[in-house]
């Protein structure tokens, strides 16, 4: 009677056919040999939880900033509805408007821990910011007028907001109610325009009188209004449309920003014409003529000192002449006017001042400048205005972002040393003060381990970045491209360079932790190993080889481009020729008939190379043209510090360098991996195109046809990835068979790129096989084998595993005479899809890493550490299988497109399988650490985020969680251990989540503090003169004004009140509504306690005083009760 076993029914059902689960039944429950012995596993679905933790980078498409002056907090809208507040370095959050409609402007309630968005589909919200994760409290949706200004006066709770109609209403941001208080256009400008002024571009009250609201019309019109009475005390014209208005604070005096680059200066009480009109970039013509006009100044912020004269600062007004300048921030203080040219143009600026309050002396000490894809801080109090350095971890785009990896509880000393190196490279000439937006307070960070994301580049540069403990801080920089010649201008462009844009762009990054080493695979089909090392050094010649991979059926005596040196035989232990470094292209540009052959596409540079601290180049590998033909982008990529081995491959085959004695050990064919056991019948290749002459234009461009489509937001159909073979959603299919696609190809109809709509012949298909995985270990090579042995296990694009044995000569010196011997196993696995990762447990369940060679500084000459060199040589392995016997075995984790399985070594039966996905494919598969245990983490391209359970693949969460709208999302998503995953949401923002219930719960301790109680500056002081006379500041009843006992209510039909969900955090400590909010929040500050402590006091003396009254008059009614009327 067979045993019953739930989990074998549940991985039955998830298999998706009968039959697939009696074999699944059949292998688990027979174990070959009855060796596999039954592992506990100890991670349970109840471990698993998703959540997005933490955004960072610079919001995509900025659209709007706000700062409040107190809290010291900045807020950056997006056009996609996002938002950002950045506090103090490290104290950054990110919320997201569900109508996904662009951010017009925001407005903090200042020092109150709340901030208004008005969005595109004209509706405002109410953001409740006391706490960690911001939340909405209220939204008000206009519905028959489109919002274009807002203005909320300091301290005051009723907000002006203009619409395209030119009419201005006011809300109640406590309730998030309209008030029937309406400043119509009509009214504004009376007859004074025999027209519409247009929409409403700016409202402000005067500094001096709360009472005075002053109303900017797009077509030049400017009203002052006067709340009480209602009508317009003055009227502006100008024949300029107006962009912006500012106050000078005494409020005699604005300013006003026109189409024509003009700034007109006027007195409140001359409305004919401006005192001033000033045209900062114009050439002043001869005879009194007006200046030419200039682009318009898109704003004008207006600042006053105490010891000096005013700044204005303004944005555009640049003269027509000057095309091809970059945009410009102008700072006109006194006499002198500096022009701040900026590297992308500008969507805001705001000035940043030691008050709050609009009636005193401004005291600017910074300006903010929110650019489209940067933000510069500007210091206003030193010579030469210079730059804030910027702490925040905005120059993830610096270049475009073309792959990435993420590595979690890295070696303890990798973050200083990466940081030491990193230091030298800061630029200089910054300010010396330190960033002035310091709002917020830190969480307290429990996780402790360190993380790092590198990220590679369009430019061939490398970023590693400090990820740990949900913060990102930049380490150091990697320029690739140092190592190659670089073309001056188009003409001496080599003709060897066949990418048109981006010719070092990284595509996959290669990295070990422990001992340092790093290999990035480039577009141009290159290769460069680094070491890490603390000296400086001067290479006098770049290690070079050059590697001629080709495939081709044998379908003449001897394929073209036979390699050198000759090939090992499988086990036959050929000895390769070592080819010494070349510094330069050493072979012909061209072959007999005239095609380009054995040309590299890039140079590499024959002069000396200074190389600085850190990672310095250990040696180039170049793929190169054969018969007219480009080389294919490398697919996979995997360096071994222990075997001192480099292994890449791409849609023609597999090349192995033995990289510390500059050779190649082995370049085959995809094909020649399997020797007689191919599965595939593969014929001849169809007849190659006509091929151009090497003067000429390269009419088929294979798959390096420039980077451009490998970051473009605007592609409209998903390319075939080398790694992850997708496939166009459109057409929502997979063939499993076509992978042989780089992401940077574009769909033409040449042959190495399809279409997957295209009719290809299965011939075809199958004679593009790529290889899609390469992992180095330790294990059993072959069934026979009694003892595990170094090797390396390849995977392709059409599911199949070929093993390669790697016979390694003794460490020491031997290791640099004595040939590795490299020789194919003759093992094969299949699995259904392409091949995505490898991993190998021991006979616990215990993950073996692969063998290294610690770290250590080699540009210092040894001599006492001979004997220990020899050790080190060899592998180094910290799992428990190191010291195996003969009757332990292990286990293969090998993850495809649609299924995974776990393969029983040395038997090389399966003893688990998991049929993934059956409608879509596994775009990323990573074997992680978790709880103190190991699990398989999918992304899949229907959005589905999946863990399994190892090594039995038990499912143990699915959840929906993104679908895949580009390729972008496809090429940086990856997990790593402890529960992290990333991936890139935008072109300049990371997006980090986690997949670990432990992390979701510590979640809310880890996130910053955007609030903090802190105390309101006071009021500026109005002097005795001022008090006695009635100058300074006149302030206005605003209840009594827009209240609904004066105002009445406003038109229900207006606007529509949305209550939000204001988070469980905003519902705990709210009481009814915003007012409740707001006002709680308020009091609970310590900087009210003494008007409170004024207010009891009063409202003590009011309650013994109606005491009082009330027993007074208990005591007449008493004494009169009974007197009759006539008796008194």
């Known amino acids: 009677m067979r045993k019953f076993n739930i989990r074998k029914v549940l991985d039955g059902l998830t298999a998706g056919s009968s039959s697939a689960s009696q074999q699944q039944q059949q292998q688990q429950q027979h174990p070959p040999g009855n060796r596999e012995p039954e592992i506990q596993e100890t991670l349970q679905s109840e471990h698993f939880q998703l959540c997005k933790t933490v955004r960072h980078g610079f919001p995509y498409q900025p659209s709007a900033l706000a700062f409040d002056p107190v809290q010291k907090i900045l807020a950056v809208g997006t056009q996609t509805g996002a938002l950002r507040l950045f506090g103090r370095p490290g104290v950054e959050c990110y919320c997201q408007h569900d109508s996904g409609a662009a951010v017009i ?459 050198a040196p000759p090939l090992p035989t499988p086990g036959g232990g050929s000895n390769p020729q070592p080819i010494p470094p070349q510094s330069h292209p050493s072979t012909s540009s061209s072959s007999s008939d005239g095609l380009r052959d054995n040309v590299p596409c890039l140079k590499v540079k024959n002069s000396p190379l200074k190389q600085s601290p850190g990672y310095q180049t250990e040696l180039v590998i170049q793929l190169v043209w054969v018969g007219g033909e480009p080389p294919q982008q490398i697919t996979s990529l995997a360096v071994n510090s222990s075997y001192g081995l480099v292994v890449f491959g791409n849609c023609n085959g597999i090349a192995m360098v033995d990289y510390l004695q500059k050779a190649v050990l082995l370049n085959l064919g995809t094909i020649e991996l399997y020797g007689s056991n191919d599965p595939h019948r593969r014929e001849p290749r169809s007849p190659r195109k006509s091929r151009q002459p090497s003067g000429g234009v390269l009419f088929v461009t294979s798959c390096m046809c420039g980077l451009s489509s490998l970051y473009s937001e605007s592609m409209k159909k998903l390319r075939s990835s080398f790694l992850t073979g997708l496939c166009d959603i459109s057409e929502g299919t997979v063939v499993p068979e076509d992978r042989c696609k780089s992401p940077t190809s574009d ?102 890493p692969p063998a290294y060679e610690p770290w250590r500084e080699h540009n210092v000459p040894e001599e006492k550490d001979e004997k220990e060199k020899l050790k080190k040589r060899r592998p180094v392995s910290v799992s428990p299988s190191s010291s195996q016997e003969i009757s332990e075995n292990q286990y293969a984790v090998i993850c495809s497109e649609k299924q995974a399985k776990v393969i029983s070594l040395p038997t090389q039966n399966c003893a688990y399988k998991q049929n993934i996905t059956e409608t879509s494919f596994v775009l990323r598969g990573d074997i992680v650490a978790l709880s103190n245990s190991i699990c398989l983490a999918c992304f899949c391209a229907n959005g589905h985020i999946m863990t399994f359970s190892l090594p039995s693949l038990r499912p143990l969460l699915d959840v929906y969680y993104l679908p895949l709208t580009n390729m972008r999302i496809a090429r940086t998503f990856c997990f790593t251990n402890n529960g992290q995953a990333l991936y890139l949401v935008s072109p300049t923002e990371i997006q980090r989540l986690t997949y670990s219930q432990e992390t979701c719960e510590n979640l809310q301790e880890m996130l910053g503090e955007l609030f903090t ?80 402590g004024d207010l009891e006091e009063r409202t003590a003396a009011m309650l013994s005083s109606a005491d009082a009254f009330s027993k007074h008059a208990h005591e007449m009614m008493l004494k009169y009760k009974d007197k009759k009327w006539y008796q008194f």
């Open 1013 to 1092: 109680p802190v105390e309101t500056p006071e009021a500026p002081n109005r002097g005795f003169f001022k008090g006695l006379f009635g100058g300074g500041a006149q302030s206005l009843d605003r209840e009594e004004l827009f209240g609904e006992s004066s105002s009445g209510k406003a038109s229900r039909s207006l606007a529509q009140h949305i209550p939000g969900p204001g988070g469980i955090e905003g519902v705990k400590g709210a009481a009814s509504g915003v007012v409740g909010e707001l006002a709680r929040a308020r009091l609970a500050l310590d900087e009210r306690g003494q008007k409170l």
């Open 747 to 848: 769909v033409k109809d040449n042959s190495f790129s399809r279409s997957r709509s295209s009719s290809v012949t299965s011939i075809d298909k199958e004679s593009r096989e790529a290889i899609s995985a390469l992992h180095f270990c330790e294990t059993f090579t072959r069934k026979t084998d009694s003892s595990p042995s170094p090797c390396l296990w390849v995977g392709t694009t059409l599911g199949t595993v070929l093993v390669i044995a790697l016979n390694l000569p003794p460490g020491g010196e031997q290791r640099l005479l004595q040939p590795v011997i490299v020789s194919p196993s003759g093992t094969i696995l299949r699995l259904k899809g392409a091949i995505l990762r490898m991993a190998f447990l021991d006979t616990t369940g215990c993950l073996i």
């Open 105 to 563: 402007q925001l407005q903090f309630l200042i020092n109150e821990g709340a901030l208004v968005s008005a969005l595109a589909d004209d509706t405002l919200h109410l953001w409740n910011l006391r706490q960690k994760r911001p939340a909405i409290l209220h939204s008000l949706k206009f519905c028959r007028e489109r919002v274009t200004f807002c203005h909320l006066p300091f301290q005051s709770k009723w907000l002006y907001v203009g619409t395209e109609r030119g009419n201005i209403h006011i809300v109640n941001v406590e309730s998030f109610t309209l008030s029937g208080y309406v400043v119509m256009w009509n009214k504004a400008i009376e007859l004074s325009s025999k027209s519409h002024p247009g929409p409403v571009v700016h409202i402000s009250d005067n500094p001096m009188d709360e009472g005075k609201l002053l109303i900017g019309f797009e077509s030049g019109t400017v009203v002052l209004w006067d709340l009480k009475s209602k009508k317009a005390d003055y009227r502006y014209t100008y024949d300029e449309a107006i962009h912006s208005v500012a106050w000078h604070h005494e409020g005699k005096q604005f300013i006003c920003s026109h189409s024509d680059g003009t700034l007109t200066i006027w007195n409140v009480r001359s409305p004919t014409k401006p005192v001033q009109t000033i045209t900062p970039h114009g050439k002043q013509l001869k005879d009194g003529k007006k200046p030419e006009p200039c682009k318009p100044i898109l704003k004008v912020e207006f600042k006053t000192t105490r010891s000096g004269e005013p700044f204005i600062i303004l944005s555009g007004g640049l003269s027509y002449d000057t095309v091809g300048r970059r945009p410009c921030l102008t700072v006109m203080h006194g006499k002198s006017t500096a022009v701040l040219e900026m590297d992308y143009s500008i969507v805001d600026f705001l000035t940043l001042c030691e008050t709050p309050y609009p009636n005193d002396f401004q005291e600017p000490y910074a300006v903010v400048v929110l650019l489209e894809k940067d933000l510069v801080l500007i210091d206003l109090a030193q010579n030469g205005y210079p730059i804030f350095e910027n702490p925040y971890p905005l120059s993830i785009h610096e270049s475009p972002v073309t792959c990435c990896e993420y590595f979690a509880d890295c070696p303890v000393d990798l973050i200083p040393a990466l940081y030491s190196v990193g230091a030298r490279q800061k630029r200089q000439g910054y300010s010396k003060k330190e960033w002035p937006i310091n709002g917020g307070n830190w969480g307290l960070g429990a996780q402790s381990y360190p993380e790092i994301i590198i990220t590679g580049h369009a430019d061939g540069s490398l970023k590693f970045w400090d990820a740990s403990a949900i913060t990102l801080q930049v380490l150091y920089k990697l320029k690739t491209s140092k190592v190659f010649e670089k073309s001056r201008n188009k003409d001496e462009r080599p003709n060897t360079d066949i990418v048109d844009e981006d010719p070092y762009a990284i595509q996959i990054i290669s990295w070990c932790p422990e001992s340092r080493m790093l290999c990035i695979a480039g577009v141009s089909a290159h290769v460069i190993i680094y070491r890490f090392s603390k000296q400086e050094v001067v290479t006098e010649v770049i290690p070079m080889l050059e590697v001629r991979l080709l495939y081709e059926i044998n379908d003449v005596e001897t394929p073209e481009g036979e390699q």
